[in-house]
């Protein structure tokens, strides 16, 4: 398999879970401490030598591509104040990759969203980053899938273990492991109550696909809510053509989860030194008073 060159990040949804923040500012434009969530996932993918991202949007969306494209006006503002270092900072984020998208005119789901990118892959195999999944590890989460996609030559996709009473909330893989945190999938299933659950390995916003995807996603029939799962086809795309699951090392945060993003707010203002010991106490003040 060829060196991966371009991931699918989809940003199209509503972001309903996270309302009323989310009336008007994309989910993925929230901020993590002092960038919003989808720069983690663009750097994510930097980090493991991708070029291209491809962003499904929407209408209301734009601001995420021009987060990742020059701000000359304020540019200009920076320079003339002197303030190189966040002259640096904003300009980085411009050159950090090649922006690409395409829109999603309905919102039907995550499978529907990798479909709309079809035409922009053009028959090479591709990463998909969930644009609210944030995952943090020495090794990029989506680098982890890729090695073992090449050296496999095979789709594969990113589980974590989760406990038993959350796998009713996830896709359920059921596999072979093969060596250390590496399994072949014999199938998968959606949303599982536990006693039906075939392990707690639970399928997280990242994938290494082939295109023949497209061909199995044609045939998903719409499930609930009329959208179109990418489970669907992958389980079909497994049973086909073989897939291999990696299990992720690292922190995962899911930033449409409340209590996950301001977990992840906590995680990374404690990385800053700056800010580190104030926070530190603010927090023990706050448990004393529960
Ligand atoms: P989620 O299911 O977490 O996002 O999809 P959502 O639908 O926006 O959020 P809730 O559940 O209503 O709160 C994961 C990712 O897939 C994108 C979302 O933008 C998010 O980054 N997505 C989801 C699409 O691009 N299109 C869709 O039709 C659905």
Same mark, same amino acid.
């Given at each position: 398999m060829q060196e991966i060159r371009k991931v699918i990040i989809p940003v199209? $949804?509503? #972001?309903t879970r996270s309302l009323p923040a989310t009336k008007n500012i994309p989910k993925e434009m929230l901020p993590i401490y002092n960038k919003p969530v989808i720069q983690y996932v663009v750097e994510e993918a930097q980090r493991a030598h991708i070029q291209d991202v491809i962003f499904v949007t929407n =209408?209301?969306?734009?601001v995420i591509e021009d987060h990742f494209d020059y701000n000359l006006q304020l540019e200009s503002v920076l320079e003339r104040a002197g303030k190189l270092e966040k002259l640096e900072e904003v300009r980085k984020v411009a050159e950090m990759v090649n922006i690409m998208s395409v829109r999603q005119?309905?919102?039907? #789901?995550l499978g529907h969203a990798v479909m709309c990118a079809r035409e922009l892959v053009r028959g090479e195999p591709f990463a998909v980053m969930v644009g609210d999944d944030l995952m943090f590890s020495g090794v990029p989460g989506i680098r982890q899938l890729i090695d073992v996609a090449m050296a496999e030559k095979m789709p594969v996709i990113g589980v974590m273990e989760v406990p038993w009473e959350k796998v009713s909330r996830y896709g359920i893989i059921q596999g072979e492991?093969?060596?250390? $945190?590496v399994y072949r999938v014999h199938d998968m299933v959606e949303k599982p109550a536990r006693e039906n659950a075939?392990? =707690?390995l639970a399928i997280v916003g990242r994938y290494v696909l082939t295109p023949d995807i497209f061909d199995h996603l044609d045939k998903v029939q719409p499930g609930h809510g009329g959208e179109i799962q990418l489970t669907d086809a992958l389980k079909t795309l497994a049973q086909e053509r073989g897939m291999m699951a990696v299990r992720m090392a690292g922190m995962r945060f899911d930033a449409g989860d409340w209590s996950e993003f301001l977990s992840a707010n906590i995680y990374f203002a404690l990385q800053d030194e700056d800010l580190r010991y104030e926070l530190l106490a603010q927090l023990r003040k706050f448990v004393q008073f529960q």
């Open positions: 199209a $949804g509503w #972001g =209408r209301d969306k734009n005119k309905k919102q039907l #789901g492991e093969v060596s250390p $945190g075939p392990s =707690r």
